[in-house]
């Protein structure tokens, strides 16, 4: 069963491994970055498969054994390239090719150099071996030390997003999140399998094998899906834009702008009189920098008021005037009619969920519920 599954999964990953390198739309680079992560994992499962093949090439096995070191580079360099729309590939990026080498020059003396018997009993050794362990704890750490850098760099995504945009829709990372979340499933279950492999406990081997292969093609099935249905999925931002982080102070003395507290009010009386006379956020996609050129004031002074003076990002401040008029819309009874749809598009929102959410978040109620409650008054 363990075998006919990882069939399946091997020749699934790289059938959408192949249409990823062939589609026309989206991220074409991250389309790229992950048909190598997947082609990458169908190779590493591909022993499942020819093991005759990697019987009498055993070179060959141990450097499709060692080559998922790669995973959490490869993995780290796809969430780059949705994230920054602009990334390009450098020469210094191969230096996360580094643990690879390492681990490859290890099993040189006492495997790669030794004959097929002193191999084969390298392989049926029952006892992890000094070159065995290495490799896992290379693996495994460097996992967790790339994983935390996929996190830092969403969470500084994220805050980027809210200090400089006033679209909800860029700020949608569920499919990402979703991606990493079964990914992070897949690795826990590998990690537990590799483990349990130095014990006797060989039904609760093939047990996780079979798991972690039905799990595998589920990911690989549902990133085809996603593909299909909606390619340019994950929308990424200029890797230029600064988040302007809260209460830190800046790393480059450029970005360094001091703002007093008169100087303060001054800018955001200002805002503030541009955003009644105006209704500059009517616009969905505005942001800071549009803004910006609207009032002839730097965008990074704009944010530095905003978050540092008044403990509002930009995307909850143009988001407020937002609610507002939709509050204003729906508390009339001239409007009674008019469908929540069309108040949302009107005041610059682009989505029902996304109006929804910045309403609640504002108000504490739903729309519904807040034209029902001022209608009934």
């Known amino acids: 069963m363990t075998e006919s599954i990882a069939l399946l999964v091997f020749f699934t990953h790289l059938l959408v491994a192949f249409f990823l390198l062939n589609i026309h739309s989206g991220n074409q680079l991250s389309n790229r970055i992950l048909a190598v992560f997947l082609s990458a994992t169908a190779f590493d499962i591909s022993n499942f498969i020819f093991t005759s093949f990697y019987g009498a090439h055993l070179n060959l096995d141990m450097f499709r054994a060692n080559f998922s070191v790669f995973t959490a580079p490869i993995l780290y360099f796809y969430v780059k390239s949705i994230v920054y729309s602009d990334l390009k590939l450098k020469a210094k990026d191969l230096l996360h090719a580094i643990p690879f080498i390492i681990v490859c020059l290890i099993f040189i003396p006492r495997f790669h150099l030794e004959g097929d018997i002193a191999k084969m009993a390298f392989y049926n050794n029952h006892e992890p071996l000094f070159e065995v362990l290495f490799v896992h704890v290379v693996i495994y750490l460097q ?3 790339y994983l935390a850098l996929i996190f830092k760099k969403l969470n500084r995504y994220k805050l980027t997003v809210l200090n400089n945009y006033s679209d909800i829709e860029i700020l949608n990372k569920q499919w990402l999140s979703n991606f990493m ?7 826990t279950i590998v990690l537990a ?7 006797e406990l060989q039904g609760l081997l093939n047990l996780l094998t079979t798991l972690m292969m039905v799990i595998t093609l589920f990911f690989v099935c549902w990133i085809l899906w996603q593909a299909l249905h909606n390619p340019s999925i994950f929308q990424g931002i200029s890797s ?3 988040s302007l982080e809260p209460k830190k102070r800046p790393q480059n003395p450029s970005d360094v702008v001091i703002v007093d507290v008169n100087e303060a009010q001054r800018v955001l009386s200002t805002i503030k009189c541009h955003m009644s006379l105006n209704k500059p956020y009517l616009n969905p996609t505005l942001n800071i920098d549009t803004l910006a050129e609207q009032l002839n004031i730097p965008a990074l002074k704009i944010s530095t ?3 540092h003076h008044f403990g509002q990002h930009f995307f909850d401040f143009i988001n407020s005037y937002r609610v507002k008029d939709a509050a204003d819309i729906l508390s009339l009874k001239s409007n009674k009619q008019k469908a929540i749809l069309e108040i949302l598009l009107e005041v610059g929102f682009n989505s029902k969920s996304s109006f929804n959410t ?3 978040k504002n108000l504490a109620v739903t729309p519904s519920q807040y034209r029902k409650e001022r209608l009934n008054d």
Do not use: E, Q
Not at 181 to 187: A, P, T
């Open 143 to 145: 996992m967790f030390i």
């Open 181 to 187: 979340m079964v990914f992070l499933i897949d690795f």
């Open 193 to 199: 399998r590799n483990i349990i492999k130095f014990t």
């Open 240 to 242: 230029k834009v600064k």
């Open 305 to 307: 008021v905003l978050n």
């Open 358 to 360: 910045a309403f609640k």
